[in-house]
């Protein structure tokens, strides 16, 4: 019997679904206890609890329920107050673009068959990525993308999914100021004006979109993708076919670095999405952590 501790968002409490897949996991003979959040911290602080107890209290699983966000606050504060936790870690995917859990493999749209890999499935160990120190186990993403994504309207995330935040970006084109900003990695280095950039440890972010296609959670490795300022029509291009045929049109426009650590140094402050999360510093220090994790994934 494995046991399990689900860490529920709030706004997901009352989906019959999850519900569902509790009893089902129940049903089956493992343990699930269950914490639903209502304040901003109550995933982080959930999960430090849960890493500090001792013996047959302490659970084996604990699952993230909701989006990236959601993941991002658990792992977080779990490796915070345990680096070296036994535990290992899932996720119930209940986000509006669920990035991570799609890479995983995960079975996005049945909670009932992702609550139940949670409960049976070998969970495999994989890596970490920091930010001054602040972890993500997705994608780290900045630029004046990042702003307006985060700036979109959360009606439009639940009507639209992921496309909400490329529509956005489309509809604001005008808002998509450049960064002036100097890399530094293993064998890379560029400098001057961007308009996103991201940081993978997984493969997707913004609603499916491929940002670091090549990235691996467990090769012990970062991987960077940056887009340099276009002009006019080449942004436009570029936003079209982000909606149309993601990761394709990156490809002779995008420098692409692989690493473990990074440097980044901006003019100004870079605003940053880590797994969902915002963050913002002038310079960043980048590395990853190889196979700090142990978490079940689908593949």
Request: aromatic share 6%; proline share 4%.
């Amino acid at each position: 019997m494995r046991r399990l501790l689900l860490i529920l968002n709030g706004k997901s409490a009352q989906r019959e679904d999850v519900r569902g897949a509790v009893e089902r996991v129940r049903g089956e003979g493992c343990e699930v206890r269950v914490r639903v959040t209502y304040d901003g911290d109550d995933a982080a602080q959930f999960a430090r609890e849960a890493v500090r107890l001792a013996g047959d209290a302490r659970p084996q699983v604990i699952v993230a329920g909701g989006g990236d966000g959601t993941v991002n606050q658990v792992v977080a504060a779990a490796l915070e107050a345990e680096p070296a936790t036994d535990c290992a870690f899932g996720v119930l995917p209940l986000g509006t673009a669920n990035d991570f859990a799609t890479g995983l493999g995960l079975p996005v749209d049945d909670a009932a068959a992702a609550l139940a890999l949670c409960a049976a499935a070998a969970p495999r160990r994989i890596d970490v990525g920091r930010i001054n120190g602040r972890v993500f186990v997705n994608v780290a993403s900045g630029g004046s993308v990042t702003r307006i994504t985060r700036e979109t309207d959360p009606r439009a995330k639940r009507l639209l999914g992921g496309a909400a935040y490329l529509i956005a970006g489309a509809s604001r084109i005008g808002e998509l100021a450049p960064t002036r900003a100097a890399f530094a990695a293993d064998g890379f280095s560029w400098e001057g004006d961007f308009i996103a950039m991201a940081i993978g440890n997984g493969r997707l972010a913004g609603g499916g979109v491929p940002l670091c296609a090549d990235a691996r959670i467990d090769d012990g490795r970062l991987d960077l993708t940056l887009f340099p300022q276009p002009d006019a029509d080449n942004l436009m291009t570029l936003l079209s076919g982000l909606l149309r045929e993601p990761g394709s049109q990156f490809d002779g426009y995008a420098r692409k670095a692989r690493f473990t650590r990074l440097t980044i140094e901006a003019e100004e402050d870079l605003a940053l999405n880590l797994d969902g999360e915002p963050m913002s510093a002038r310079r960043l220090d980048v590395q990853v952590d190889p196979a700090a994790l142990s978490f079940i994934t689908g593949k």
